[in-house]
C-alpha cells in the first residue's frame, strides 16, 4: 500500500517534536479564536501567518512549510471546536456554520443540559474530523473529479434543495418560515452584482456595494434579540438557568446521538468537497435530515441533543472535506482555505494537481498532524467544557451586558464600521420581535447565505445554455437533487394521507372486532 | 399594563446603553484616525503601523498571488521592517473595491493595492463600470507583466486557436468561455481581442463569468466550460501536470517552460497585443512621504536577486516603471482600451 507508506512518513514528520508544539498551539489559539464571536476561523488563520512565518525563518522552505502549516489547519478545525461554544452558551453563532447549533443548543443549555450540548459537540467533531481523514486519504482523487463536475446547473439544484430543507428549521408554521427565507433571499441581492458589477438596493451608498455583512445580520437576531428578549420578558427575575447538572453526556445521549453524528460526518464531508458549499450548508443539511428522520419532531428546538450533534459533526468533517480540493487542485473551497492556500504560496509550495508529487512532506506531514490534532482538541476540550459552562451560571445581570459587549465587539472586529453596529441593534429589535410571534430566525439567516450562489449559478447555467431553461434537466445529478426535493417537500403531505388511512384503517378493525 | 410599561422602559435602556457603546466605539475609531494622519505628516517614522495591501480580487487569484510575492520579498530582504498584510477583496470585477477605496480612503496612506489593466476596464466600459479610474488614485510602480492565455480542457478536439476560432464562427453561441472576471474586464478581454481580430461577432461569444481565476478554472476542468481565458501564471501548474491544453499566449515571443511549446498570437496569425500589466498603488491624497517611501522601497526590491528569482518561479516578465514612466503608460493604454471598447460598443460615452 503505497498510500499507507506515505501517511506512515507523515506521521514521522508530524510527530516531530517542533511539529507536535505547532499543532498543540495551532489548536488552543484556534479554540480561543472560535469562541470569540467576530474573529472566525478566517481572521485567525490570516493573523496567524506572519507570526508563522517569522518563528519558522530558520528553518529550510520544505519544514517551514510544513510546520506553518500544520500551525494554520490547527488553527481552522481548532476554531470548528470552539465555534459552538458561544452558540451553545450565549446564543451567539460566531461564524455561519455554528447559525444552527444555537437552535438546540442553546435550549439545551437554558435547560442546564450546556455541559452535555458541549462535549456532544466536542465529541461529535471529533469523531467527524477522524472520518473526513481517512475519507481524504483514500477518496482524495476520485472525489476531487466529482467535485469539479459540479457546475452551475449541479450548484443551482443543491441550492434549492438546500432552501428546500427551510421546513425543517420552520417552528410551527410553515408559511412564516417560508416569508423568513425570502425576506433572507432578499437581503442578498443587496450590493454590486458579481456577474454584471451592477449596483442594487445600493442608493448610492458605498457601504452598501459589498452587500449586507450575514455576521451583523446573525449577531444581531440571534444574541442582541435573546438579551432584548430576556430583559422584556423578566426572565432573569426567576433565575431561569439552572445549574449545571453534568459535564459528561449520559449513555442515552450517546445513544441518540450516534447516528446523527455518523450521518453529520458523511454529510459534511461530502458537502465539504464541493467549493463554496461549505460548512454552513453542511450543517444545515444535517439538521433538516435529523429532524426528518426523528420519531419525535417536536424535540428539535427545545432541546434535542441530535440537533447538536448532527449538526457540529457535519460542520467539522466539512472543513476536513474543503481540504480536498484545496491540496489536489489548489482551489479553495472556503474563505479559510483560500488563506491557507495564501500561506502555502509564501513558501513557493503551488498547492494543486502536482502537490503531491512535488511537496510530499507538506502534503502527508499536514494529513497526519491532523489526526493528531483532533486528539489534542478532545483532551484539551473536555477539561474545558467545564469552565465554559459556568459562564451560563453567572447571574443575567452580569451576563447580559457581557453577551452585549461581546456581540457589539465582534461585529465590529470584523467590519470596522459604526453602519454595521447601527444594523447591529436594527437587527436586535427585529430579531425579537419576529421571534417573540414565532417567527422562525434561521431561514432568514439561510436564505443570506445561500441567496448569492443561487443567483450567480442559476444566471451562469442559463447563460450556457443561451436562456434554455432545459440546461437544468440535462444533467443526472441535479436531476437527482430536485427529485429529493420534491420528495422532500411532498413526504409531509403524503406521511400525513398515510397516517389517517392508517387510522382509518385501525379503526376499521376496531369496529369489526 | 404596568408590567408592559416596565418592560418597555426596559428595551429602550438596554437600546440607549447600546448606543452609547456604539458611541463610544465612534470615538476611539476618530481618535485612531487621527493618529494616523498625524503620523504620516513625519517623514521618518512612516510606516509606524502594519500596513495592508489589497488584492481586489478572489483569494488565491492573480493579484493575490502576486501581492504575497511582493511582500514576501519586502520582508525577506529586509527593505521593509513594517508588518504587511495581503487582503482579498473579491466582488465586482474590482468595482466593488473601487468604489469604496475611491471614496472612503482616499487619505489612508496605510492601505495600498495592486491592480492591472482593469482598472482602466472598470473605468471606461459602458456596463457595470465604476466611476473611479486611475485619476483616483497614486500610481506608484508598475512591477511586472503577466501574459493572457486562451485554454481548452486536456480532452478538447481542438489543439491550436485558429481551429477553435473556425468553430466558433461557424456554431456561434454554441461554445462557452470562462473567464474570472466580469464581462467587458480583462479575461473577457483577453478572448474577446483576439476573436475580434479573427472577425468573429463578439456579441454572439458566450462569456461566464466566474468569481476569480481559481473559480474559472474549476469550470474548465469539470467540463462546465469549453474554454478558457486567463494569465499564465495562474494556468502553468495545470499546464505542467497536463489538465489542460493553451492554445496561445499573449506575449511578444514564446515564454519559457512549462509555455515552450505554445505559440503566441502572432505565430497563430493574429496581430492583436494586449499587455497586463501589474502595478501598486496608493490613494489618491497618499502624502509626499508615504509615496516617497513605497517608490524608493520598491525600486530597491526589483534589483533584488530574490525579486529576479521570484519573477523566474511564477513565469512573469520583469517590467519596472517608476512613478512617472507609470503614469504616462496608464494614459497611453487608456487610449487604447477605450479604442478597443468602442470596436465593439462597449465603451462608455
Redesign the interface.
Known sequence: MEVLDFLAQGFATAFQWRNLLFALFGVIIGTSVGVLPGIGPMSGVALLIPITSSITGGLSPEEAATSSIIMLAGVYYGAMYGGSATSILINTPGESASVVTTLDGYQMAKQGRAGEALSISAIGSFFAGIMALIGLIFLAQPLSDLAISFGPVEYTALIVLGLATVSGLAGKSMIKALIMTVAGLSLSTVGVDTITGVARFTFNQPILYSGIEFLTIAVGLFAIGEVLKTIAERDYIHGNLQKINRILPTKKDLKDSSMPILRGSILGFFIGILPGAGASIASFFSYSVEKSVSKDKGQFGAGAIQGVAGPEAANNAASGGSLIPLLTLGIPGSGTTAIMMGALLMYNVQPGPLLFDKHPQVAWGLIASMFIGNLLLLILNMPLIRVFAKIIATPPKYLLPIILAIAFFGVYAVQVTMFDLFLLIACGVLGYLLSSNDFPLAPLVLGLILGPMLENNFRRALTISNGDYMIFLGSTMAVVMFIITILWLASPAVFKVLAKNNILNKEDIHTED | MV?NLK??I??ML??V???F??AC??GS?EGAAGEATSGGSEASNYPEKPVTFIAPS???GAF??AL?SVT?ILSDTGLVEQ?M????K????G??FM??YA??DTKDDYKLFLSSPTLLI?NLKK???TPYGYKDTTPIAALFQDYGVIAVGADSEFDDLQSLFEHMKANP?EL?VAGGS??GALDHLTFLIPANEYGLDAAKI??????GK??S???L?????DALASVASSVS??L??G?IKVLAVDAPERLPAPFEDVPTLKESGIDAEFAIWRGIFGPKEMTPEAKEFWSTKLEEMVETEEWQAELE?KGWEPFYKNSEEFEQLLADQEQRITDALKSMGMANE
Not at chain 2, 85 to 88: D, L
Not at chain 2, 90 to 93: D, N, R, T
Not at chain 2, 221 to 225: F, I, M, V
Open positions: 408590567k418592560s418597555g426596559m428595551v438596554v437600546l446603553l447600546t448606543v457603546l456604539a466605539g465612534s475609531n478572489g483569494a488565491g493575490d498571488t504575497r514576501k508588518q498584510t495581503v487582503e482579498p473579491p466582488g465586482g470585477g468595482t466593488v468604489s469604496e471614496t472612503q472598470n456596463e457595470a463600470n453561441s462557452s466580469a464581462p458566450k462569456y461566464i463569468p466566474y468569481d481559481s473559480e478554472m474549476t469550470a476542468l469539470g467540463g462546465n466550460a501548474e495545470f505542467e501536470a489538465k518561479a
